[in-house]
Structures are given as C-alpha cells and as structure tokens.
C-alpha cells in the first residue's frame, strides 16, 4: 500500500483515531484557524515551489492548506499535494466512514460524492478539491434521521461485514439520481432514448462501481430498488 | 505515493508553459496516472492540474455539421450529452462500457486517449521485464501470462493492447484529435494517434512532449441510424474488453453502403478492420458474406499461447456487432 511509502515521520502517518483525538489533528484545528484567510493565495505561492528532478530522494513537498466543505462543514487542512482525497478525509479530516478497500480504482469502497457527482475518493488529489462540496457517508443522514436508503439497506439486510456499505451508500444515493436525471447505461437498450423504467439489470450495472465481497448483491439490489419505488420511504 | 509538486493551470497557455519543466505530467481525471502513480510506475515531478482550464469541458457543433468534445469533458457527461446519443450513439455506448459510474465521473477524454496499457507486467514493477515501462528490459508477457494480449500488430518488444472503450468508437467515427502546444496547434487522425509498439513500446501515442489535447471532432453523423458497440469481457460490466466491437453502417434498404468496423482489445491501438469492411461495402448484409468479412479481418491474426480463444471471439463479435448495428437479428457465427 502506498502507506509502506510514506518516509517516516512525515506528517502521512496514520495515528488519529475516531475516539482518540490526536495530536496531529489538534495542530490541524489550530493551523486551519489559523490559515482561512491565506487559503485564496496558495496558487500564487505555488509558483515558485516546482523544483527540477534529481537523482537524489525527493524532499516532501510542504503541505499547504486546502480547504474541503465536507458535509456541510469547511475543514481547512495542511496537506502535500500527493494526499489523496481519501487519505485527506480519514487521515486528516478524521471522517473515517469513507472506507479504503483496494485503493486503486477497484472497488468502490471509497465511494464519495464530490459537488453531487459520485467518485472514488482513492484516485484523485485532495489539492484538486479545494473549495469544493464533499458529502460522505457521515453526510447522508440529517439530524440524526437516516437517509431512505440508510433505511432500505436496513430493512433490506444489504450487509454483512458493512466494510463496502459506505461507499454503496454514496454511490446508491447518486445513483438515483443519476437516473432521474435520464441517464443512459450500458444495459440501456437504446442510449438515444431515456430509460423508461429501473429494471434489476440497471440497478445492478449502475452498482456494478461498487464491490461486496460478502456477495450482498440480491439484498443491495432490493434496498435500491425499495427507494425507487418509493416503498421505503417513512415507513 | 512519491512526492510531488503541484499547480493548478488556469489557461492553455499557461498550462503549456508549465509543462516545459522537466518531469513534469498534466492531470486531468487521474484515474489512470494516480493509479500508475502509486504503483510506482509513473513517476512525475510536477503535476500540472488542467481540470480548471477555461472553455475545454464544453460540447458543441460544428460548421460542418460535426461535433467538438473538449478534452476535459468527463466520460459520464460525453456519454450522456443529448448530441452524442441522438447523434452518435455508438460513442455514447463505448462510454458507457468503459470501467464504472464513479471513474467515468472523473475520467476526461482527453485522459481516456492517453490511457496506458492494463497489462498486469507493465502494471507490477517487481517484474523487471516490461519494455514499456523499462525500455530494453524485454517483455515478459511473450511467454508469460498473455490472455487479454494482442493478436493483431504485436512486435518481439510488446504484446500489450490499448484499454479504451471510447478509443475504439472513435476511430470507427474517424474523429480528429486536436492538441495546442507552444508552437500552436495541429490535429491528428485518431487512427494515427495512438502507435503500433514496433520497436518503440515505451511510446502509445504520436503526440509530442509539451503537446496537450484541446479537443477530439467528430465529422457530420452518418452512422446514427445503424452502429453498435459490442464489449466482451470476462465479467458483465467494470472489466476491460477481451474483444470489442465498433460498428458503424451506412445502410441503403439491405445493401450496405459504407461500414466503418473497429476493434478494441485485439492491438497496441485501435485496430480499423479495413479489408472486412471494403468486402462488406457496396454488397448485400448476408450471413455468408459477413462470416467471409469477418474472417479476412482476422487474416493476419497472430495469437499468444494463451490468446487463440480471441481470434474466434473477434470474429464472431464482428458478425454480432454488424448484425446489431444493421438492425438485423441474425444469429452469431
């Protein structure tokens, strides 16, 4: 993993936990406070920063401060521009419902959605989304009230180990709307017309981003489904 | 991931004037470089990030009728752009058959043309055999694992196939791609984009350092009406193509005016299957006729030990393709 990569003592070791605020983060709060009002300046002090590649190791580039609205909230984080999106919410942000699974592209685990658009959070840059909105799985529920399809993956039993249910979660909730929206798929018999209904066939293709190694597949399926048909709902 | 250094281009012309430093890689949807990145086997200095560059994530018509794709149009938003599917909807297929909802989300076209290989010993720097990846190392893939391999312009050097979906529809189309660089701008045939390994593995693709792709046009739609792209893959979606189709027809009753026929999956690039479709233009759609097509396109197969299924599955996904994009329901070979 790229974590093996990391030299030591950088400041991409993992160390914050959910129940153990670290050190690390307690810097991150203070400089966050203390960096909003530079953040608009960073590309002009970028310029000078690229340097000509050598043989020898290369040098951490400084972190910078990179501001993400995550769920509603800004978080105003000091990252070098190699952290990854993902790593940016778990390892930085301490939002550690965003699961890494493979971290190449793979399997969806980390399933976020950037300004409304579903992505894997492992295979961009957190530098590429400053300014940008950002919901997680944290994200989905208000106040405390759990999404429809929080509900349907409930009721329907869409889990077992859960490790992919985040990222099933983000990606179910684009998903339908993606489909409101008239999207085609690959399964979608004539891309020149709107897809009249959801059949199985598209909700699995629209999923298929998403990997469940427990094979929760037919239970998925039915939550997703549940919550088109509006069968969920405040039931 | 090694360190990198980072700016965020506003303009082509700046962003061209960044990428004169040395090791320096622009990044659009980073599917595949961020992939390749840590991996180890790109390893970029300087990123360059084009995703804000003004006025190339736009879509729009032509004088000539045809259609402009900007580069940094997202694969999600070229597929499902109303023009594209009314108008072309073999792209918007190829699209939509390529990897998931999420990358197609972040993937740009400009991005897709520069995809690098998915083979698994260009992939793994523990093997030290990979011409593409380490010039003159050898390849290990020749007698290695060569499945999802090439049959069709393989040399001694590599056996690796181009992954795009979209690669594929768009040589079928004949689309133009469009590159600036600080010496201006030109354009390049999609066919005569991306390049046959020959003794050069380590390069895809004509275009040249310091060159960054604006846009690929499409000429005026001919082909709305009868074209289809069949992907066979070893899973049902979320898998790169063993064999794929681009089909696209001119039809006048049965007799087929023109048909433009492109492979994916079978070579280094883009494989426009020539003499099947100069024995299937002028003719009557008959089984017979594009059974015999079909097996000329593959006369100068040259499978792997571990790829002979392939010349009998691009042959038979010819025969499908056709049939689909024709609108015939006739059966497969």
């Known amino acids: ?235 | 991931m090694d360190a990198i250094s980072y700016e965020r281009a506003v303009d082509v012309s700046s962003a061209l004037r960044a990428a004169q430093q040395p090791g320096t890689m622009f990044i659009g949807g980073g599917t595949n470089l961020l992939d390749l990145m840590k991996g180890g086997v790109e390893q970029p200095v300087h990123l360059v990030d084009i995703t804000h560059l003004r006025g190339l994530d736009t879509i729009g018509t032509l004088p000539d009728g045809g259609l402009r794709i900007g580069a940094l149009v997202r694969n999600s938003d070229a597929a499902n752009h109303a023009l594209v599917r009314e108008q072309y909807p073999l792209l918007s297929q190829a699209f939509l058959a390529g990897a998931s909802p999420q990358l197609r989300n972040m993937a740009t076209v400009g991005g897709n043309l520069m995809q690098r290989t998915r083979c698994g010993y260009f992939y793994d720097t523990a093997f030290s055999q990979c011409n593409k990846r380490q010039p003159g190392s050898g390849c290990a893939s020749i007698e290695g694992q060569n499945r999802t391999h090439a049959i069709l312009g393989a040399s001694s050097q590599c056996v690796a196939v181009n992954p795009s979906d979209m690669s594929v529809a768009l040589a079928a189309l004949d689309a133009v791609v469009r590159v600036s660089s600080l010496r201006g701008e030109r354009t390049i045939p999609i066919t005569e984009f991306h390049r046959l390994p020959a003794d050069r593995p380590e390069v895809d693709t004509t275009l040249q350092p310091g060159e960054l792709i604006t846009a690929v046009d499409l000429p005026p739609p001919l082909f709305s009406d009868h074209s289809h792209y069949l992907k066979v893959r070893d899973r049902a979606s979320y898998a790169f193509a063993l064999v794929s189709v681009a089909a696209a027809l001119q039809m006048d009753g049965n007799t087929v005016r023109t048909a433009h026929i492109a492979l994916g999956g079978v070579a280094h690039k883009p494989w426009r299957a020539s003499i099947a479709e100069q024995m299937l233009s002028g003719k009557p759609l008959s089984d017979a006729n594009l059974r015999a097509a079909a097996a000329a396109a593959m006369g100068e197969a040259q499978p792997l030990s571990g790829n002979r299924f392939k010349v009998q599955l691009a042959q038979r996904s010819i025969v499908r393709a056709v049939n689909q994009a024709a609108g015939r329901t006739g059966g497969v070979a």
Not at chain 1, 38 to 50: C, D, E, K, L, R
Not at chain 1, 68 to 96: F, K
Not at chain 1, 151 to 163: L, P, T, V
């Open chain 1, 1 to 235: 993993m790229s974590r093996n990569r990391v030299p030591p003592g950088s400041d991409d070791e993992p160390n914050a936990t959910p129940n153990k605020p670290s050190r690390r983060r307690f810097l991150q709060s203070a400089a966050a406070a203390a960096t909003v009002g530079v953040a608009p300046h960073v590309h002009a002090q970028n310029q000078p920063a690229a340097v000509p590649p050598s043989e020898a190791p290369r040098a951490p580039e400084p972190p910078r401060p990179v501001t993400l609205n995550v769920n509603g909230r800004a978080y105003t984080l000091q990252l070098e521009p190699r952290v990854t999106l993902l790593d940016a919410l778990r390892e930085y942000a301490g939002l550690m419902g965003t699961k890494k699974g493979c971290d190449r592209g793979q399997c969806g685990a980390c399933t976020v959605m950037v300004e409304g658009r579903r992505i894997n959070s492992c295979l961009t840059l957190a530098v590429m989304h400053d300014g940008e909105a950002i919901t997680t799985v944290e994200g989905l529920a208000s106040n405390g009230v759990l999404s429809p399809i929080q509900r349907a993956f409930i009721e329907h039993d869409a889990f077992q180990c859960g490790y992919c249910t985040p990222g099933q979660l983000c990606s179910a909730t684009a998903m339908l709307s993606e489909f409101g929206n008239g999207t085609a798929s690959t399964v979608t018999a004539d891309v020149r017309m709107h897809p009249a209904q959801l059949s199985d066939d598209e909700i699995r293709e629209r999923m298929s981003g998403n990997i469940c190694r427990c094979g929760a597949y037919a239970n998925i399926v039915a939550a997703v489904r549940a919550v088109h048909d509006g069968s969920t709902g405040n039931a």
